[in-house]
């Protein structure tokens, strides 16, 4: 079964920095892309960043560029987002997403039950 | 507000069909393939379509997809309670999202 376990959420005030974790089990992490999508409270989802099988590529949302760096542990089983220059429309529930392929198309077949990050002072 | 245009709400009754819309452009919708998610108030999002019509296994077959030139649907058929929920349309190797719709059961 596949699990995805967020942590690392909490308050930080604006300015401030916090680092993510996502412990991955039940699959094959390193032969995976994963990505992180946030949720601010009462909206949409929104991506924000993605990163390939081994590391080696990640992108970002426009939002997010700068300011949080995504990346992995293979040998740990673990994603990361390290977060910095926070801003109050950071606030949000942040999600571990695994992606997955069909066709050369990306698709997210799981998700955490996220973590949630406030920004205020 | 969200590039992909989804309608706020929708709703139906038990048994009915009903459709959810999602507009794009070529740019988005038109050169790539959409996918859709179910989320329920306080969860995680959970993958109900992929690549415009492909259903991922345990998923009901109530739940259909398409799409065409730059906008996409889905079909939820034989409506059911457990169905209220709110939907989300999704493309370009879901780095973009719709705004949702929150489906209501009447």
């Known amino acids: 079964e596949v699990q995805l376990l967020e942590s690392g959420g909490g308050l930080v005030q604006p300015g401030g920095s916090l680092r993510l974790s996502c412990a991955a089990s039940g699959f094959t992490f390193s032969s995976y892309a994963m990505s992180w999508v946030r949720q601010a409270p009462g909206k949409g989802l929104e991506w924000v960043s993605a990163?390939?099988?081994?590391?080696?590529?990640?992108y970002d949302a426009d939002s997010v560029k700068g300011r949080f760096t995504i990346s992995r542990d293979n040998s740990k089983n673990t994603l990361y987002l390290q977060m910095s220059s926070l801003r109050a429309e950071d606030t949000a529930v942040y999600y571990c997403a695994k992606r997955s392929q069909y066709s050369n198309n990306w698709y997210t077949d799981y998700w955490g039950q996220g973590t949630l990050v406030t920004v205020s002072s | 507000q969200s590039v992909l245009t989804q309608p706020p709400s929708a709703s139906g009754t038990p048994g009915q069909r009903v459709t959810i819309s999602c507009s794009g452009s070529?740019?988005?919708?038109?050169?790539?393939?959409v996918n859709w998610y179910q989320q329920f108030p306080g969860t995680a999002p959970k993958l109900l379509i992929y690549s415009n019509n492909q259903r991922p296994s345990g998923v009901p077959d109530r739940f259909s997809g398409s799409k065409s030139g730059t906008s996409a649907s889905l079909a939820i058929s034989g409506l059911q309670s457990e169905d209220e929920a709110d939907y989300y349309c999704?493309?370009?190797?879901?780095?973009?999202f719709g705004g949702g719709t929150k489906l209501t059961v009447l």
């Open positions: 990163i390939s099988d081994s590391g080696g590529n990640t």
């Open positions: 070529s740019s988005n919708i038109g050169s790539n393939t």
């Open positions: 999704a493309t370009w190797d879901d780095t973009l």
